[in-house]
T-cell receptor, first 111, second 109 residues
Framework: EAGVTQFPSHSVIEKGQTVTLRCDPISGHDNLYWYRRVMGKEIKFLLHFVKESKQDESGMPNNRFLAERTGGTYSTLKVQPAELEDSGVYFC?????????FGPGTRLTVL | GQNIDQPTEMTATEGAIVQINCTYQTSGFNGLFWYQQHAGEAPTFLSYNVLDGLEEKGRFSSFLSRSKGYSYLLLKELQMKDSASYLCAVGGSQGNLIFGKGTKLSVKP
């Protein structure tokens, strides 16, 4: 069974540019989560989808972040325009029940 | 507020036993999770405690005391490959995970 995959693995952009991160969850998992780890800090929750619906987006930092999950399959997280403080590792996780399976993350660097 | 504390770093010897402690104060509680994360890789699930007591799974055991807001992860018969970060996380009321900063464990020969 394929695990959670994320694309790209690394992204380096300039401040003000747009970046879109993609997450493909494990097939059949209705729950999809986005998290972010800023250097030196803990992994922090961003938002939670159940199928295509946003269940909880209380962790989204501001309106420069937009997440979608069209058709309840893969999800995208767009940052527009990117700021320096958006640098970090963005993790996606999916679950059927309580155990969340994490992807390898996308390392985003904003210069 | 949400607060999860665990030691930043620990060192142990191959073959030994190590206990990684975690204390938490959170507004919601849907279980206590432990994840292992090797550098540059995805966190992988180790254990889940929702009731008080000890859960054993091979060389790894996890303990929970909800009244004390306390958990520990016990690793026995340490191997070099156990060198990694160990993340304590509390399940939030909406299904999300609330993480501590992680404990970096170094296993020496």
């Amino acid at each position: 069974e394929a695990g959670v995959t994320q694309f790209p693995s690394h992204s380096v952009i300039e401040k003000g540019q747009t970046v879109t991160l993609r997450c493909d969850p494990i097939s059949g998992h209705d729950n999809l989560y986005w998290y972010r780890r800023v250097m030196g800090k803990e992994i922090k929750f961003l938002l939670h989808f159940v199928k295509e619906s946003k269940q909880d987006e209380s962790g989204m930092p501001n309106n420069r972040f937009l997440a979608e999950r069209t058709g309840g399959t893969y999800s995208t997280l767009k940052v527009q325009p990117a700021e320096l403080e958006d640098s970090g590792v963005y993790f996606c996780a999916s679950s059927h029940l309580y155990e969340q399976f994490f992807g390898p993350g996308t390392r985003l660097t904003v210069l | 507020g949400q607060n999860i504390d665990q030691p930043t770093e620990m060192t142990a010897t191959e073959g030994a036993i190590v206990q990684i402690n975690c204390t938490y104060q959170t507004s919601g509680f849907n279980g206590l999770f432990w994840y292992q994360q090797h550098a540059g890789e995805a966190p992988t699930f180790l254990s889940y405690n929702v009731l008080d007591g000890l859960e054993e799974k091979g060389r790894f055991s996890s303990f929970l005391s909800r009244s004390k807001g306390y958990s520990y992860l016990l690793l026995k018969e340490l191997q070099m490959k156990d060198s990694a970060s160990y993340l304590c996380a509390v399940g939030g009321s909406q299904g999300n995970l609330i993480f501590g900063k992680g404990t970096k464990l170094s296993v020496k020969p």
